[in-house]
């Protein structure tokens, strides 16, 4: 993939598929129990940087904070302008690396399901995340590269060969990103590059491994229960389909 992807042609997909389903419910409230205490806060500059369909920015934006979005694709900006009416988010239309270094330093950096889309993760993570001022939160959500390859390795058949030589990367197709990231690698990212990592979360560490019979002969709330139960204890949590790191930047320095 030599861009960025962009979703104007799946934004319904993605609003129906993703956001409306429990799947997406599940994501979100996880995101709530982590980034609750932030948004609870004092007043804060926030930077959504992909938003979507702005639910972040519309959350953060209902608390008081001033919220700057962007996203490249103009169909979810659309539907996303739709769910913002009624605050004061300022919206561009562009990649995130291109709005980051325009922007003040920023107390809290939204970046969610985006990593594993992008062209170049790393050069547009360093670009973005430098928007952070210290002392600062980076919150990252990502597609999980050990998830997505467990899940695939339970179906077996014709994957095992591709999991073997890991010819899947980067060539994913509609909704399976093409650049899963693995969490032990972003950790020491963000350890090197001056944060602290405060808050890990795995995100679906069973449902998504479930069968479509197992699901429906199962309690979904004694599921769900269990999936709060288990999704930041290091075994389960690193295994989740989606993983969140909430990072603080590191104060510098005088002297």
Known sequence: MTEDRNFDKLADAFE????????GALRLELL???????????????????????????WFADAGHGVTACDISEKMLQKAKTQLRDTDVTLHHAPAQAVAPTLPPQDLVLMHAVLEWLADP????????????????????????????????????????????ESWIGKGKKLTPPHPQ?????VRWLEKNGYTVVRRTGIRVFYDFLSEE??????????????????????????????????????????
């Not at 993570?125 to 467990?150: C, D, E, I, M």
Request: aromatic residues 8%; hydrophobic residues 40%; glycine residues 10%.
């Open 16 to 23: 129906k598929r993703i956001y409306g389903s429990v799947k």
């Open 32 to 58: 709530h129990e982590d980034l609750g205490a932030l948004r609870d806060g004092a007043p804060m500059k926030v930077f959504d940087a992909g938003c979507g369909l702005g639910q972040m920015a519309k």
């Open 122 to 165: 790393p050069a547009t993570l360093g670009t973005v995340a430098r928007a952070v001022r210290p002392g600062g939160h980076l919150s990252l959500l990502f597609f999980n590269h050990h998830g997505f390859v467990y899940r695939n390795a339970l179906h077996g058949t014709w994957r095992l060969d591709y999991l073997l030589d």
């Open 182 to 186: 693995k969490p032990e690698e972003l």
């Open 214 to 255: 197992v699901l429906e002969a199962s309690d979904l709330d004694k599921l769900l229960t269990l999936e709060r139960k288990y999704c930041r204890e290091e075994t389960f949590r690193d295994m989740g389909r989606y993983i969140h790191i909430l990072a603080k930047k590191r104060e510098l320095v005088s002297g």
